[in-house]
């Protein structure tokens, strides 16, 4: 087996796997033992489930040696967030107040996952509730290319793991941005689906009209035959739409030749690194095909991020109704603040900003009417380190201005796609972000995959 086995890319793997090149116990004995060397540093993983991997692993194995084959994951070791529930696993989303849940099912997306054959290697670590900062118990991963730096939000060790080689693919959930922030500090292809395209039953909700899950990979088309997997309508889940889900894997190929794609010129803020990655992402697309053409960002489109904290804080006051209050002490100070904050919102103050939400939802929909796709960058300064985001602090002003580009997206629901597209002078990845139509991530991906095909950005891998 080659030494960088861990790095393959999930649709390589597969491919072996299914040539039975490789067995899905060989690949998941190699995950277990660079987990073993590598997340004492890092700290990606809540939970490592090598037992009930292996087993499970030897299971798929005898059923490719029957000639059955459950699909694109079978045999492949991923890990999923540690908000989604894994029977018989604990799950606690971050949070020191649920160390002891053990959940007696699966969330709907991992029980996608098992029945396509993924084997699951564990839970992954993320911030208290899917919020902002980790419980101060609880340390924070550190970023696999420069441990001075932000690894993400609230996806934090699904970045570190799957950027480190410690999974081929993770789950990850985004409300604010928290599969974009990830993804862009650790050089992943992150995918947020359209609210509804991908079944939230079973996931511990941070605000529910708000919460996507998505998958996080090293590739568009890894990201696209996770998609696949786990997209769909859901009994347990009514808001889960059930419209036919594509064979994004093999739509990828579409390319972007003749699409539309929206370059605003009415953003601010950005710093030199993120202008040098959405001008390398406007000369690689338009390299495969593509057609800039000049738009301008909503007039409420700022105002968009400045109403996501107060409307994410009502809605997690509800999800967090049985223990806070009641159980405030055992709570984090900024999940805290947070939680203080939507309880503090009067009925009137909450209209006016659903009122501006659905105003936004319609000015994104008639200009993705437009064109075909938006290019976007994923925050206005490139990288983040820990020291500096520390100093920046939390007030609703500050989280505002760094969620300008992505809670937009999470208010009106649209999907995007964020990519790799450049290093700062201290070696952490800078990204920028493709935002398609509601339900179009076919689009999208495949916007993703011309745009990997032109330059080499994914294959880079952090110095761990």
């Known amino acids: 087996m080659p030494a ?3 790095y393959l890319s999930l649709d390589e793997v597969a491919r072996r796997l299914k040539a039975r090149k490789l067995s899905s116990v060989e690949l998941t004995e190699a995950m277990l033992r660079r987990i073993g060397e590598v997340d004492p540093k890092l700290g990606s993983y809540a939970t490592v489930t090598a037992d009930r991997a292996l087993a499970d692993a030897a299971c798929l194995d005898a059923e490719t040696e029957a000639g059955t084959s459950r699909g694109p994951l079978h045999g492949v070791p991923i890990a999923v967030k540690d908000l989604c529930n894994t029977e018989g696993i604990p799950t606690a989303a971050g949070m020191a107040i649920h160390r002891g849940n053990v959940p007696s099912r699966d969330a709907t ?3 996608r996952l098992k029945r ?4 699951i290697l564990g839970k992954l670590q993320m911030t208290e509730g899917a919020y902002g900062a980790h419980h101060p118990s609880i340390p924070a991963p550190l970023n696999p290319w420069n441990p001075a730096y932000w690894t993400g939000s609230s996806s934090s060790g699904s970045g570190a793991a799957t950027a480190a080689g410690l999974c081929f693919a993770s789950l990850g959930s985004d409300t604010g941005g928290s599969i974009r922030f990830p993804s862009t500090m650790n050089g992943l292809s992150g995918l947020k ?13 941070l605000a529910e009209s708000l919460d996507h899950v998505g998958p996080m990979a090293r590739s568009a088309l890894d990201a696209a035959i996770v998609l696949g997997v786990i997209a769909g309508a859901d009994p347990e889940d009514p808001t889960a739409v059930g419209r036919p889900v594509p064979d994004y894997a093999v739509s990828i190929e579409q390319g972007v030749r003749g699409k539309r794609i929206g370059l605003a010129t009415n953003m601010r803020g950005l710093d030199d690194d993120v202008r040098r990655a959405l001008e390398g992402a406007v000369g690689a697309l338009t390299k495969a095909g593509a057609v800039i053409v000049e738009v301008e960002l909503p007039d409420g489109f700022d105002q968009g991020a400045r109403d996501w904290v107060p409307l994410c804080g009502v809605e997690a006051a509800v999800a967090h109704e049985a223990t806070y209050p009641a159980r405030a002490s055992e ?8 939680l203080d904050h939507g309880r ?4 009137m103050e909450l209209a006016r900003m659903q009122l501006r939400r659905a105003a936004l939802t319609g000015e994104l929909n008639r200009l993705l009417a437009s064109i075909d796709l938006l290019l976007m960058p994923v925050m206005g300064r490139a990288v983040w380190s ?3 985001l520390l100093a920046a602090g939390r007030d609703p002003e500050t989280v505002a201005e760094r969620l300008r580009y992505t809670a937009p997206f999470d208010l009106s629901g649209h999907p995007t796609l964020t990519l790799p597209g450049g290093m700062t002078a201290d070696g952490v990845p800078v990204g920028f972000q493709i935002v398609g139509k509601a339900f179009d991530e076919g689009a999208i991906l495949a916007a993703g995959h ?6 080499d950005w994914h294959a880079r891998r952090p110095p761990t």
């Open 450 to 455: 011309s745009y990997q095909r032109e330059t």
């Open 4 to 6: 960088d086995l861990h």
């Open 193 to 205: 689906p359209t609210w509804g395209r991908v079944s939230r039953a079973g996931v511990f909700p």
């Open 331 to 338: 709570y984090g100070p900024v999940l805290s603040g947070l």
């Open 116 to 119: 396509a054959g993924a084997v």
């Open 109 to 111: 997306v991992v029980a």
């Open 386 to 388: 820990t020291e500096a």
């Open 344 to 347: 503090r919102l009067s009925a």
